[in-house]
Structure formats: structure tokens, C-alpha cells
């Protein structure tokens, strides 16, 4: 599975956009990028996936590049709810590889 | 409509027990995954199952650890002869019948072993 680079955190106003960018310059053709969150030593919970095409759901949008080397995942109007550790993974296989995550911080 | 379920949510052991951690997927699915999480540190993939079979054990450490996946009742990852550096976060994933990267992981929410 290709690695992918998150910073290392971020902080975001409450009712602004979170902007959350990865790379993952590595990826191959047939390699999906996820996302989790973790809140606070919960399970890790699913927010988005894709493979070329943007991608929107009820919780985020996931923008990915047209050459597939980055992608930022976008939660359109942060709550002090979406403070976690958000986790960027290119998936190839069936396992899901962690990285470190970005850190968000939703402040009021 | 039941999520992920782990029993159970804390366990304590002496170093030298053994520790039983069980998961039940949610309804329907048969692919069930572990993970572990070390204090401050990130998720690593342990093992993957489908029922009565063992796919992927790759990350499983090579003594004293175990899973298994039967016909009928929850998956099982056992850990025999506890030590200290066994204290973790386990969260065990499943996902639907066809598995594969285009489905998503559903995780529960974790057993979190402490060894004394």
C-alpha cells in the first residue's frame, strides 16, 4: 500500500470549513483512498472513499487530484464534534495501513 | 441495526493469564479484521478472517497470539500468557460478504486490555 503524508495537526474555527490535506504521490491505479476518523480513543469511524472521481457523502467531500497524487478531505461547516485524529489511507489490499493521522482541533 | 460489538470493553489480567477477546460482526457481514493500538501509537492491522478461515495473519506476532472466525458465534482473538507490553487498545472491523478495497471497514468499539 502506497505511504501517504498528513500534517501533523490543524486547527479549525466552528462553523468553518476543515480543509484537511494528503499525499500520497506513490499511489497506483487500483489503490483507493480512504478516510477514518478516531475520536478520543473510540473506534475508528469510516467518512469517505474514492478512487478518481470527487466524492461527497452526508458527512465530507473528498477532492482528489486528476494525477491522484494528493487529495483533501473537506467537512464543510466543522463542529467542536469533529475534533479527532483523521486518517488519510491509500488502500490496495484488504487491510488498512494507519499513518499518524492529522490531529484537528475545532475551536469556538 | 447493530453495529460492531466487542466484549469485553476493559479487561484486566495478570501477566500469565490469558486474555479472550470476542467480536461479532455486523449483521450479515463475514469478513472480520483486528487491529491493535498501542498507547500513543497508531492502529496496526493484526489479522483478517472470513468465517473458519484465516486470510491474512500478517501482522499477528508469531507466539501466543490467535484468531479464529467460526461457522456459528463471534470471532475470537486470544492471547495466551499475558505481559505488560500486551496493554492495548484491540478493535476489531468487519465488513460485507464481498469484501475487497472498494468496501469499507465498520469498526467497533474496542477492548482495552490492561496487564498487571
Known amino acids: 500500500d502506497a505511504k501517504t503524508t498528513q500534517p501533523t495537526s490543524m486547527d479549525c474555527a466552528e462553523g468553518r470549513a476543515a480543509n484537511l490535506p494528503c499525499n500520497h504521490s506513490t499511489i497506483s491505479g487500483n489503490e483507493y483512498v480512504y478516510w477514518y476518523r478516531q475520536i478520543h480513543s473510540q473506534g475508528p469511524q469510516y467518512i469517505i472513499h474514492g478512487l478518481k472521481n470527487n466524492e461527497t457523502n452526508e458527512m465530507a467531500s473528498l477532492i482528489i487530484t486528476e494525477d491522484r497524487k494528493s487529495s483533501t478531505l473537506i467537512l464543510p461547516h466543522a463542529t467542536l464534534r469533529d475534533t479527532a485524529v483523521y486518517y488519510c489511507i491509500v488502500r490496495g489490499g484488504n487491510k488498512l495501513v494507519f499513518g499518524a493521522g492529522t490531529i484537528l482541533r475545532v475551536k469556538s | 441495526n447493530a453495529g460492531v460489538m466487542q466484549n469485553p470493553r476493559h479487561l484486566v489480567r495478570r501477566r500469565g493469564q490469558e486474555a479472550r477477546l470476542r467480536c461479532s460482526p455486523v449483521k450479515g457481514h463475514s469478513h472480520v479484521y483486528w487491529y491493535r493500538q498501542l498507547p500513543e501509537e497508531g492502529l496496526k492491522f493484526m489479522v483478517y478472517l472470513q468465517k473458519e478461515n484465516i486470510i491474512d495473519e500478517s501482522g499477528m506476532p508469531k507466539e501466543r497470539f490467535s484468531a479464529e472466525f467460526p461457522k456459528e458465534g463471534p470471532s475470537i482473538l486470544r492471547i495466551q500468557q499475558v505481559v505488560r507490553g500486551d496493554s492495548a487498545a484491540y478493535f476489531c472491523?468487519?465488513?460485507?460478504?464481498?469484501?475487497?478495497?472498494?468496501?469499507?471497514?465498520?469498526f467497533g468499539p474496542g477492548t482495552r486490555l490492561t496487564v498487571t
Open positions: 472491523a468487519s465488513s460485507p460478504s464481498a469484501g475487497g478495497t472498494t468496501y469499507e471497514q465498520y
